[in-house]
């Protein structure tokens, strides 16, 4: 059975009462935290964005790292860093995970992995943002020039096949 890791939040229309308690540094620091909004207007919709985005630059955190922020909302917004969902069952796959034990070998990479989550904290977001997004790009370019390549490789084939057959 996979269950979602996701830090679930489900604010309301009198969000402000909740704000100390919800909004700290670590807030995105353990998994993926998803801001439900499906039943606010468009008005306090975009407030609580404004109000998120803000709250992210003025505290130097980054909304994709460690985990990654998401807001389910029924409205679609085009100008912003914030991902948006229509529902749960839209959001990423990737964080969900089995109900299992965790053996010695996967209890020493969650060790591993608060150490790295720590230094992360400590670091400059924008700086490993641009890395990975570099990083991500040199990937493209190779996911890119493979496709490329396996078309000449079928445009080959075919060729090959053709000339065999006369």
Same mark, same amino acid.
């Given at each position: ?19 100390? +308690?919800?909004?700290? #540094?670590?807030? %995105? $620091? @353990? ?8 039943? &606010? ?54 964080? +969900?995970?089995?109900? #299992?034990?965790? %053996? $010695? @070998? ?8 608060? &150490? ?51």
């Amino acid at each position: 059975m996979n269950l979602p890791v996701y830090k679930f939040i489900k604010l309301k229309n009198n969000f402000h009462d909740d704000i100390n +308690s919800i909004f700290k #540094t670590d807030l %995105n $620091l @353990k998994s993926p935290v998803v801001f439900n909004l499906s039943d &606010l207007t468009y008005e306090i919709t975009e407030q609580i964005v404004k109000f998120i985005e803000t709250y992210f630059k003025v505290h130097n955190l980054s909304l994709k790292f460690p985990y990654p922020v998401y807001v389910i909302s029924k409205y679609e917004w085009i100008v912003s860093e914030i991902s948006f969902f229509q529902n749960e069952k839209d959001l990423p796959q990737f964080f +969900s995970k089995k109900d #299992t034990k965790i %053996n $010695l @070998k996967e209890s020493q990479l969650v060790l591993k992995t608060k &150490l790295l989550q720590q230094e992360l904290v400590s670091a400059d977001p924008s700086s490993y943002e641009e890395k990975i997004k570099s990083y991500s790009k040199k990937h493209k370019v190779i996911y890119e020039l493979e496709v490329e390549r396996r078309s000449y490789q079928q445009i080959l084939n075919h060729l090959l096949k053709e000339t065999q057959e006369e």
